[in-house]
């Protein structure tokens, strides 16, 4: 009985595949794995305008500059590091993404062909594990501005008396804001990524007309900005370091911020109708946008020291002040649930998309027949519960820290995507053996590539004392080893580039610079598949244009130039299409 109850449970949790789109669910493949097809890749350049402005219309890049002034730099010195980073991130965020470009699979993907099949757990894991625990980071932040939508609407929401125990860090109005923010979220996962694009326009000019709103009014109540914007370097001359080297450490700090991003750009990417659209999408935003918005928040932070005799750098506490000192008017409340409103949209879906979806991604890489992207993304959101974001935030500020500065292990991990796709495969891939061990060149060792591993660690093992040092504050410690902290996604990736590149020099692997002959999950448009050099699928011109969110293919066995076509069972000569070659596994 328990047998028979254990066989329904397991028929009842496996993907199910679509036979008349020849959709397969194996143990390395499922729809959401596959390379996809034209029908799928609809985002142009303003729909990843769209996407990576929620990455940078958000709190986070509002209040960057307020941890370097704390430090005793300069506006220009901090505006500086902002600039320089977000140019660093655009780059490598473009030079990640070119494989999910090319060949349209995800980050989930294309690790198999550095990793192995089995090695590429290694990264996923990683991944998932950061996912997880920024979905709940995230919807914490998303539910203090829910807190401040419901004060604004009704004033005595905020002196609700707090009925939780005193060893809960948070009070039952937060509690409540976030509960709020999380039960709105959660429909959105049932969205497909190639229906992303009406959401992404809407919530990134909402937040972008709230933050140019906040600034025109700060600056025209205020008539000008504070001192703090005018602030001088004023480096303490007790400091352990120098100006150089505090800049150094708060540039590592801005790109270590956006690390966990840029390793599965991929994912993403790969929706794109063509490479121009996510270059300029993307740079747009990460260095135009995201620059302008610090710009913003330092302004208007400014403008509010003259207002309210103080600074307030989170935008949240901003909005209570602003409901204060406005004493409960309706204007005043009017215009802060709409500014909170739209910040909180735009957190909703940047949480959504860049967290809870990533998470989806990557766990249907570990459990392809369980999970795909809509499980994966709903386990994620489930898994706020369990990590509890209100003890995180309000009591590990050192944990954060820690998180905030993952790049240690994340720098090396883009070291070897980038050597092993640029310069080992020359941009070459096989697509067909990604999803197939048997006889794969991906194979290697028992599923795993012995060269990466080494590799990997010797990058970050040089910069984890200081990561260690630093999250203790250990002042004790040598400053070599917080130095070597302090350019960990240069040094990181550095090793782990070269390392690599010696490593296959002296240890060849098999087939670099290999490629499909034939198109065999209907990937490519007849233009590509030509740029590409590779065979076109018979029905890649029908296929361009089937309806929306259609996967289906017809898998035929490839007909070499110059040679008659191939024999395909009696079937085919009788006009009937031939059974699809299942994909082993």
Known sequence: MATKAMRRLREATVLKADKSRHEETTAW?????????????????????????????????????????????????????????????????????????????????QNRFTWGLRGSYIPLLQRCLLNFIWTAIQC??????????????????????????????????????????????????????????????????????????????????????????????????????????????????????????????????????????FVIGTVSVQWVVGVLVSLGGLVT??????????????????????????????????????????????????????????????????????????????????????????????????FVTVLSSFSVFLAPLMGVMICDYFFIRRQKIKLSHLYNPEDSDYWFTNGFNWRVIPCWIAGWAPTIGGLIVSAGKIKSAPDALYQLYYTAFFTGLSISFVLFYTVNLVFPIKGPGEFDEYDDWATFTPKEAQKLGIMPHQDAEELAHIGFGASGYRRRAPQIQGVKELELGEA????????????KG
């Open 140 to 277: 914490w932040n998303g539910g203090r501005l829910v807190e401040v939508c419901l004060t604004a609407i009704w004033p005595s929401f905020q002196r609700i008396p707090n009925t939780l125990p005193a060893s809960v860090p948070t009070t039952t109005s937060q509690m409540a804001g976030f509960i709020v923010f999380w039960v709105v979220s959660f429909p959105f996962l049932f969205i497909r990524p190639e229906r992303y694009k009406k959401p992404f326009f809407i919530s990134s000019v909402g937040c972008g007309i709230a933050m140019l709103a906040m600034l025109i009014w700060s600056l025209s109540v205020a008539k000008g900005v504070g001192p703090v914007f005018y602030q001088g370097q004023d480096v303490p001359s007790t400091s352990r370091w120098s100006i150089s080297w505090l800049m150094m450490a708060g540039l590592n700090q801005a790109i270590g911020q956006k690390a966990a991003g840029i390793t599965n750009e991929s994912d993403f990417s790969r929706y794109s109708s063509n490479h121009r659209a």
């Open 572 to 583: 085919e000569t009788e006009g009937m299409p031939t059974e699809p070659e299942k994909v």
């Open 29 to 109: 493949c499922n729809r959401d794995l596959v390379p996809l097809s034209p029908s799928r890749r609809t985002w142009g350049w303003f729909n990843f305008f769209g996407a990576q402005s929620l990455g940078a219309l958000n709190i986070a890049t509002w209040q960057t500059p307020n941890t370097f002034l704390t430090q005793g730099m300069s506006v220009g010195q901090a505006m500086a590091i902002i600039v320089v980073s977000r140019f660093i991130v655009s780059f490598f965020a473009c030079v990640i993404a070119w494989c999910g470009l090319t060949w349209h699979v995800g980050f989930t993907v």
């Open 301 to 398: 932070t400014a403008a509010c020291q003259i207002i309210y005799g103080e600074i307030w750098w989170n935008p949240p506490d901003l909005m209570m002040v602003m409901m204060d000192r406005g004493n409960g008017s309706s204007a005043s409340r009017a215009g802060v649930f709409f500014l909170s409103f739209a910040f909180a949209f735009a957190i909703l879906f940047q949480n959504v998309c860049g967290n809870a979806v990533a998470g989806g991604i990557d766990l249907a890489g570990l459990f392809p027949r369980y999970i795909d992207i809509r499980r994966g993304a709903i386990l994620t959101f489930m898994t706020i519960w369990i990590i509890q974001p209100w003890q995180l935030i309000n009591r590990a500020a050192t």
